[in-house]
Each structure stands twice: as structure tokens, then as C-alpha cells.
């Protein structure tokens, strides 16, 4: 079978992309014996790149979104081309909302399917969504509701990570619940620690890019909070997080890369060592972080903002991201040895069936029974 997975970036299997989504996704692809063909461009950042850049320069929102907007018919017009290059193809799975753009431009006897974490629309019901950070204006957004909501009902069906995603496809933008498929979302899965890991002592991790949608100086206060009972208690933080010299007990390690082999061992140790993953985030539709941290054994501090709670149900203690107090006692829970240990062993158990080549397989299935029902029709 051969497959090919679209994105929009010039090299859509790097770790670096979408937390390495696409790249994730293509591995358990090419696991299950497929084909893999990775298809991107290089016209203009996506609306995904738009967003995370635009997040961080106020009151510059609105040329940078116009300049992608207008080359949003460009772009699909050459994903469109570079498909029919690849041909001849079994399938395409389409990730990312730009590339709902494509969905009609390919040939009509190839099925497609979509993967997203969710919609455009939900992100902007979010006031901690970065589309809401960003400061666009609702009327600049709303033609990207409407790309989004014409690729999903274009498509053969849509693939999404998680149920609080699904109901919007079905009851926001029309979509027939039979066409939206829940497949979950993978990781990479972290090293565990050899033998009983030492639960005596609370040892912290905090891992986010976004250091304000990842409700970082929460994370904080609930540690200092943690310290005045627990005084030997750590804080482990990775990310794009300020200095953080001078508190005691927190340790600042700064971005750990996902194409830097040497970054990523050292965030296995880091993951081995701690005891607890806190990341309330303020908004997070499926964090691929809570799997890699339960992966390796931890129990989480998740948020309800999101579907970012479903992934590893008793595993995790999902908070309001806006309760601080609500964060200091799930923060006070998880410390216990025994609760974080049982609560540890939850989460490592979820995560053993969210990993990449299980989406895969499930991505395959309703791809398969899209090729079917086409070729019947």
C-alpha cells in the first residue's frame, strides 16, 4: 500500500514539526508494512506557524495572518501538484488545517483522510488558545472556519485524536458522525526507570515551548506552595521558560530540541528521575507531552481545557488551568509516594495504546474502508 501524508512544511518528517506529529505518524505507518510518501511545501508558513509566531509579537497579528491567507490557494494548488507527481497512490492523509485547502484539488477516485486535535473554531472559543492570544479579529478568522469546515465535509472522512475534537467536526461544522473517527494520538514513548523508581522524595518536571499557554508561572507557585511543607521537594523545567536563577529548588534547562538527539537523552533522564508531570495548560487540545510523561511512568497534573484530559483518564488529576488553588492540591496529591506511584503505573498503562503505530493502524482502517466504499460507488 502506498500512502502519502501531507503537510505544510518543505520537510514534513521532522521531529521538529507539530511536536513530530507528522513524522509519528508517517513511522507507524511505514510499521504496518506502508508505503510511506511524504508530500510538503515550502509556500509560506501554515496557519499552525502563523499562529505560534503571531503569539508572540502583539499587535502584529493582522499582516502576518494576511500574508498567509493570500498564499493559501497557493499552497494547495502545489500540494495539489506534488500529489499527482506521487502517483499512483492507495490514499492521502492530510494533516494540518491548511491542507483542507487540498481536499478537491486531488483526483477524485483518491481517498483522503484528515488528522487534526481539534478545530479552528473550538481553538477560538478559547481565550487560552494562541489563535485568541494572537489578537486577530474574529472577521480575520472566520474564512479559516470555513477552509477547515469545507476540507472536512470535501474529505473521504475525518480522523481525529480525541472525542472532545470529534464533537465539533459532527456538531459545529456538519460533518456525519459516521465520517469522524476517533484514532487517539501517539508519542515517543520514554525511557522508564530500571527498577522501582524512588517516589520518596517529590521531584517535578515541567516541559513546554509556550511558556504562558502552558501555564508556567502556575507551575510555579504551586511548587513554592509544595516547599513549605515539603522543603526538599524539585522543580525540572524545559522549555521557553524566563530565568528562573535564584528560587531554590527549581532547575531551568531551557529548549530541549526534538532533532537533537543529545537534548532528547537528556530529557529521558529527566523524565526517569521525576515523579510528577505538572502542565495546566491554559488551553491544550491533545498535548503529545502527557503520553511521553506517562510513557515513562509519571502521573500528570492535566488540564480541562481541551481534549488534553482523555488521553490518560485515571492517570492523570485534570485541573481548571484559572484554580490555582485547584493546581496546588493536585500538585499536593501527586506528591504522595503511594498516590503518585499507583497513579504512575495508570497513566504508563493508558499510554501503551497511544503510541504511533497504533494510530497508524486505526488511520489505516478508515482509510481502507474509505478506498471500499469509493470503489463501490
Known amino acids: 500500500m502506498r500512502v502519502g501524508v501531507v503537510f505544510p512544511a518543505r520537510e514534513p518528517s521532522s521531529p521538529g514539526q507539530w511536536s513530530g506529529t507528522p513524522r509519528g505518524l508517517a513511522d507507524g505507518l511505514h510499521a504496518q508494512g506502508v508505503d510511506v510518501v511524504a508530500l510538503g511545501t515550502s509556500l509560506g508558513p501554515d496557519l499552525h506557524t502563523v499562529l505560534s509566531v503571531t503569539s508572540r509579537i502583539d499587535g502584529r497579528s493582522g499582516p502576518v495572518l494576511a500574508r498567509s491567507a493570500a498564499r493559501t490557494a497557493a499552497r494547495g494548488r502545489s500540494i495539489a501538484r506534488t500529489v499527482r507527481r506521487a502517483l499512483p497512490l492507495d490514499g492521502l492523509v492530510a494533516m494540518g488545517t491548511d491542507m483542507y485547502e487540498l ?131 524539585t522543580l525540572d523545567v524545559v522549555g521557553g521558560h524566563p530565568s528562573l536563577d535564584g528560587i531554590p529548588g527549581i532547575t531551568g534547562h531551557g529548549l530541549l530540541r526534538r532533532d537533537d538527539p543529545a537534548a532528547q537523552a537528556r530529557l529521558d533522564g529527566l523524565f526517569a528521575r521525576a515523579t510528577v508531570f505538572v502542565l495546566p495548560s491554559l488551553f491544550d487540545p491533545s498535548p503529545i507531552a502527557y503520553l511521553e510523561a506517562a510513557s515513562a511512568g509519571l502521573p500528570v497534573v492535566a488540564t480541562t481545557e481541551g481534549g488534553a484530559s482523555e488521553l490518560l483518564g485515571a492517570g492523570a488529576i485534570a485541573v481548571r488551568p484559572d484554580d490555582q488553588a485547584a493546581i496546588d492540591a493536585a500538585v499536593r496529591r501527586l506528591s504522595d ?22 494510530v497508524a493502524s486505526r488511520v489505516l482502517r478508515v482509510l481502507g474502508a474509505c478506498s471500499h466504499t469509493e470503489g463501490d460507488s
Open 103 to 233: 481536499v478537491g484539488v486531488v483526483p477524485q477516485s483518491l481517498p483522503v483522510v484528515t488528522y487534526d486535535d481539534g478545530t479552528l473554531l473550538q481553538m477560538w472559543r478559547n481565550p487560552g488558545s494562541d489563535i485568541r492570544r494572537a489578537g486577530f479579529l474574529e472577521r480575520e478568522v472566520v474564512r479559516w472556519f470555513q477552509v477547515q469546515r469545507r476540507g472536512a465535509l470535501a474529505a473521504s472522512a475525518c480522523c481525529v485524536s480525541t472525542s472532545w475534537a470529534a464533537r465539533s467536526f459532527v456538531d459545529d461544522y456538519g460533518v456525519p458522525a459516521g465520517q469522524v473517527h476517533v484514532v487517539g494520538m501517539g508519542h515517543r514513548a520514554r525511557a522508564s526507570v530500571a527498577g522501582e523508581r524512588d517516589w520518596s522524595v517529590p521531584r517535578l518536571l515541567f516541559v513546554g515551548v509556550d511558556w504562558r499557554r502552558k501555564n508556567g508561572d502556575a507551575v510555579v507557585r504551586a511548587f513554592r506552595a509544595l516547599q513549605e511543607s515539603v522543603p526538599a521537594a
Open 337 to 358: 509516594p503511594e498516590v503518585a506511584r499507583v497513579t504512575g503505573a495508570e497513566a504508563a498503562a493508558r499510554a501503551t495504546s497511544s503510541t504511533w503505530d497504533e
